[in-house]
T-cell receptor
Framework: GEDVEQSLFLSVREGDSSVINCTYTDSSSTYLYWYKQEPGAGLQLLTYIFSNMDMKQDQRLTVLLNKKDKHLSLRIADTQTGDSAIYFCAELNRDDKIIFGKGTRLHILP | NAGVTQTPKFQVLKTGQSMTLQCAQDMNHEYMSWYRQDPGMGLRLIHYSVGAGITDQGEVPNGYNVSRSTTEDFPLRLLSAAPSQTSVYFC?????????????FGPGTRLLVL
């Protein structure tokens, strides 16, 4: 079946770069997304990438897509305490459904 | 724009009771969906709608009903609540199921079934 996998936890020092990784199984995915969820809140779309792109940069965020390996990553430069949250990877699959990973909890060390 | 709104924010039910979780959006989005979020399970799609009058089942539809009589509203009904339905429920909307654009989420409804 279709699946989106990501590690559950990542710990990074403030000021360093955070890299959150994700793998997916549906080679027909058209869009891939990164969402951020802060405590007690809903999910907020951070960025997305179309499947024919390799990279997308938006201020401190860089998304890399390796379609051959079905690997997606989110890099957050100069990580701040406000970046502490759960980050969800998601794909738009061949049935036009968005499939979410279980989320990676980013913890910022002082 | 208010975006996606959900009511209530919190609810406690007894087993067997029914209730409706409300969801509304004022962005004229065609696509709306309901998810539940459980610890260690991520987000799971319950039902979704690609437009007024059209609904379809997601990954975990059992025990839930939906309807989409207007573009703006997409209520989720629990027919006979069970403890397994204790969860946080999120409603989301987007312009189209095929868009690469934003899927906007509501703030969530926290449901406890005793």
């Amino acid at each position: 079946g279709e699946d989106v996998e990501q590690s559950l936890f990542l710990s990074v020092r403030e000021g360093d770069s955070s890299v959150i990784n994700c793998t997916y199984t549906d080679s027909s995915s058209t869009y891939l997304y990164w969402y951020k969820q802060e405590p007690g809140a809903g999910l907020q779309l951070l960025t997305y990438i179309f499947s024919n792109m390799d990279m997308k940069q938006d201020q401190r965020l860089t998304v890399l897509l390796n379609k051959k390996d079905k690997h997606l990553s989110l890099r957050i430069a100069d990580t701040q305490t406000g970046d502490s949250a759960i980050y969800f990877c998601a794909e738009l699959n061949r049935d036009d459904k968005i499939i979410f990973g279980k989320g990676t909890r980013l913890h910022i060390l002082p | 724009n208010a975006g996606v709104t959900q009511t209530p924010k919190f609810q406690v039910l007894k087993t067997g009771q029914s209730m409706t979780l409300q969801c509304a959006q004022d962005m004229n989005h065609e696509y709306m969906s309901w998810y539940r979020q459980d610890p260690g399970m991520g987000l799971r799609l319950i039902h979704y709608s690609v437009g007024a009058g059209i609904t379809d089942q997601g990954e975990v539809p059992n025990g839930y009903n939906v309807s989409r009589s207007t573009t703006e509203d997409f209520p989720l009904r629990l027919l006979s609540a069970a403890p397994s339905q204790t969860s946080v429920y999120f409603c989301a909307s987007s312009y189209s199921s095929e868009t690469g654009g934003a899927q906007y989420f509501g703030p969530g409804t926290r449901l406890l079934v005793l």
